[in-house]
């Protein structure tokens, strides 16, 4: 039940696509929402890690915007542990972003595709919907960024997953897979129909890890080392990410769904480096 495939897309492609349009604070809500990570010929070309492309194999040729370029950023570092504790969100985009743009370790959050929701009103990021398609929630940043004075981060999460009347196609536990986008795990510009800051070739994946959703909320602690299986390089570096991103676990079948309810609020590091 538990795309693989959606996983690389968001960590590769997401960020890209963010960037490419319009404005930041508006642009990030409707990227997400209106990118549905499918299959090939799909919004998202899920086996190429490519937005917009019609799908490609994984690390197939080029898109139609192949060899754009992000604008310019200074990389950033991550100096104070807490990202986003959700006291404080932008109504009219409907998104919490953190961090000065431009200046210090800053980004927002995002949620994709239509039928997944967020709500902040009541100081959390409340993530709710029915998962129809590949699916999931993530923050974006707005350019690469250490983390590395910290050895992780954590969260107090809690959720449920149900059937909706449907075909369910067989709900799967309350997961979700987590992953951490780093450039040597990203397609690189030239094989992307969208810019990014990648340097992978083909077959690239983000390192990642399951997240299992308790039903009453608790704090989940995630050392940088227990997110692995990038491609083609394994383990993740903090000191150069680029994106934090969550996948509902799909089958692909176009029949198969099930509704999300899920909490999640405090999101920070820990284990500062002295």
């Known amino acids: 039940m538990l795309s693989r495939r959606a996983a690389t897309v968001v960590g590769s492609s997401l960020l890209a696509f963010v960037f ?6 508006c642009l990030v809500t409707g990227c997400a929402s ?6 090939t010929g799909g919004s998202t070309g899920a086996t190429g890690g490519r937005i917009g492309t019609g799908g490609a194999g994984q690390g197939g040729g080029a898109g139609s ?3 754009a370029a992000l604008p310019s950023c200074a990389p950033t570092t991550a100096v104070d542990a807490l990202i986003l504790d959700f006291s404080n969100f932008k109504a009219s985009s409907n998104q ?7 200046t210090s370790f800053a980004g927002g959050t995002y949620q994709y595709p239509r039928a997944i929701t967020s709500n902040f009103t009541a100081g959390n990021w409340h993530i709710i919907g ?14 690469k960024s250490n983390v590395a004075a910290f050895t992780g981060i954590q969260m107090d999460v809690s959720g449920t997953f149900t059937g909706n009347g449907g075909d369910d196609g067989g709900i799967s536990p309350a997961r979700v897979t987590m992953g951490i986008s780093q450039p040597a795990d990203e397609l690189a510009t030239a094989f992307s129909a969208m810019p990014t800051w990648g340097t992978c ?9 399951e997240v299992l959703l308790p039903a009453t909320t608790m704090t989940v602690t995630l050392p940088w080392a227990s997110f692995t ?3 083609p390089v394994g383990p993740l570096d903090p000191a150069a990410i680029t994106g934090i991103f969550f996948v509902f676990p799909w089958s692909g079948a176009s029949t198969a769904q099930y509704t999300v309810d899920v909490t999640i609020d405090n999101i920070r590091f820990f284990g500062r480096i002295e």
């Open 96 to 102: 919490a972003m953190f961090g000065v743009f431009g």
């Open 20 to 25: 490419l349009f319009a404005s930041l604070a």
């Open 201 to 209: 070739s083909a077959h690239c994946s983000s390192p990642s890890r």
């Open 65 to 67: 915007d192949a060899g």
């Open 130 to 143: 029915t998962v129809t398609d590949y699916s999931g929630f993530g923050l974006y940043l707005s350019c």
């Open 229 to 231: 299986g990038g491609t």
């Open 34 to 39: 209106s990118a549905s990570a499918g299959g």
